[in-house]
């Protein structure tokens, strides 16, 4: 699994509250990224890394913002949660030039 | 824009039976495709991969045949077991960006005991 964690595992917050998403990894791999995971619709990308301080959106970055401040932390908020980004949310590390990506145990967010 | 198709939804088998879960991919340029296993709770887990200039790849029961004309690949799974049961994920990378994937929508497959 890369040794990768995510926390919290589950969270539960109101429509409105700001809710940070932590992903820590202890492999120094280079990329980080973040998907959701919703019935129907597999994985899709909300922002990836591609090193320190270097993000990009993917292609559901809408209402997601994202900071890598450390190679092993990267962060993934959400400034005003909305019932939409209800999901499980997966936390998953790539090294250079291999593509082959690990994820980790994921976190369900539900947004009341 | 890139997508990746993925058929069935959900495939029931015999245990000792095989099962075959294909992917149509649309990005010409896709090199890499790999496939995941999913169990319940956990993170989806890489069973296999293929690279573009290979056509088949075998790993004991699991094998994977890529079809670059067709723009399709396929997960082979043989003498299935009930501990095969999951949910399996193709993917291919981007054209644009070979560290990046686009999923399929994922088949839940089960084996009967």
């Known amino acids: 699994d890369a040794g990768i964690t995510q926390s919290p595992r589950h969270k539960v917050t109101e429509t409105g509250t700001p809710v940070t998403l932590r992903c820590h990894q202890t492999e120094n791999h280079r990329y980080m990224y973040w998907y959701r995971q919703d019935p129907g619709h597999g994985l899709r990308l909300i922002h990836y890394s591609y090193g320190v301080k270097d993000t990009d959106k993917g292609e559901v970055s809408d209402g997601y913002s994202v900071s890598r401040s450390k190679t092993e932390d990267f962060l993934l908020t959400l400034e005003s949660a909305t019932s939409s980004q209800t999901s499980v949310y997966f936390c998953a590390t790539g090294t250079s030039g291999e593509n082959e990506q690990f994820f980790g145990p994921g976190t369900r967010l539900t947004v009341l | 824009g890139e997508n990746v198709e993925q058929h069935p939804s959900t495939l029931s088998v015999q245990e000792g039976d095989s099962a075959v879960i294909k992917c149509t991919y649309s990005d010409s340029a896709s090199n890499y495709f790999p496939w995941y296993k999913q169990e319940l709770g956990k993170g989806p887990q890489l069973i296999i991969d293929?690279?573009?200039?290979?056509g088949e790849k075998k790993d004991q029961r699991i094998a994977v045949t890529l079809n670059k004309t067709a723009k399709h690949f396929s997960l082979h799974i043989t003498e299935t077991q009930p501990e095969d049961s999951a949910v399996y994920f193709c993917?291919?990378?981007?054209?644009?960006?070979?560290?990046?994937?686009?999923f399929g929508s994922g088949t839940r497959l089960l084996v009967r005991p």
């Open positions: 293929i690279r573009s200039n290979v």
């Open positions: 993917a291919a990378s981007r054209g644009d960006s070979s560290y990046k994937l686009i």
